[in-house]
């Protein structure tokens, strides 16, 4: 490659680089961090958290799909996503509820991957409010279905039925592991019961 070709392009990767973010030092506000990040992915739909994929394994198969992230509690350590109560990821968590959250968001450069316990929820009310307030969307659409996720069509197509199959999946963290890409040096920790910890990326 031409000198004149190579400092163009390091031209145009600068130009499409974000700049560099400060860094966190402390392991305790690092965690911090990431729970407000995730707090703040289930209110914008623009953030980079906010589409996950959602790992669960069936006997000796893993399973993989993306989902939204519709809550996220610090306190509670739990996030929240919703699903059709027909679809075969409720039935593989309820055979076995350990799976796992991955997601990457470019902005902060983070990836998080949260090793979850998945229960579906089983207050009345509670998913009762929070469908009062889906129906009126078009994401309601996605509930409402004559036919649960992956049944064989004739053709594609939105066929609307009478009644919903909402349900609510909390996914309580039973350890989060950070890493953060860098430019001086990529970094990553592993919070869990045992405590925070540096690891090495
Ligand atoms: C961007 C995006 C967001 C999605 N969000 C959800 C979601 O929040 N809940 C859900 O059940 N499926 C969601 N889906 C669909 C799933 O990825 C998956 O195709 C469907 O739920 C069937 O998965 P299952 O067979 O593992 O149950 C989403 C798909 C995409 C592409």
């Given amino acids: 490659m031409s000198s004149e070709g190579s400092s163009r392009d390091r031209r145009s990767a600068s130009r499409n680089a974000l700049p560099p973010r400060s860094r966190i030092e402390s392991l305790?506000?690092?965690e911090t961090a990431c729970w407000q990040e995730l707090e703040r992915a289930a209110r914008e739909r623009e953030h980079g958290w906010r589409i996950?994929?959602?790992a669960t394994v069936e006997g000796e198969q893993a399973h993989a799909r993306s989902v939204t992230l519709r809550g996220a509690d610090a306190a509670a350590q739990r996030l929240v996503f919703y699903t059709d109560d027909r679809s075969p990821k409720l039935a593989q968590m309820k055979r076995?509820?350990?799976g796992t959250l991955l997601a990457w968001c470019r902005q902060l450069s983070w990836q998080v991957r949260l090793q979850v316990r998945l229960v579906q929820e089983t207050d009345a009310s509670l998913v009762s409010e929070r469908w009062a307030r889906l129906r009126m969307t078009p994401a309601a659409q996605d509930?409402?279905?004559p036919l649960a996720p992956g049944e064989p069509l004739t053709h594609?197509?939105?066929e609307r039925g009478s009644r919903e199959h909402?349900?609510?999946v909390?996914?309580?963290v039973l350890s989060l592991d950070w890493l953060e890409l860098h430019p001086?040096?990529?970094r990553r920790a592993l919070f869990s019961a045992g405590g925070p910890q540096w690891v090495q990326p």
């Fill in 166 to 168: 909402f349900s609510i």
């Fill in 143 to 145: 509930y409402l279905s």
């Fill in 52 to 54: 996950m994929t959602l």
């Fill in 156 to 158: 594609p197509g939105q």
């Fill in 96 to 98: 076995n509820p350990l």
């Fill in 184 to 186: 001086e040096g990529h």
């Fill in 28 to 30: 305790r506000l690092i």
């Fill in 170 to 172: 909390n996914a309580e």
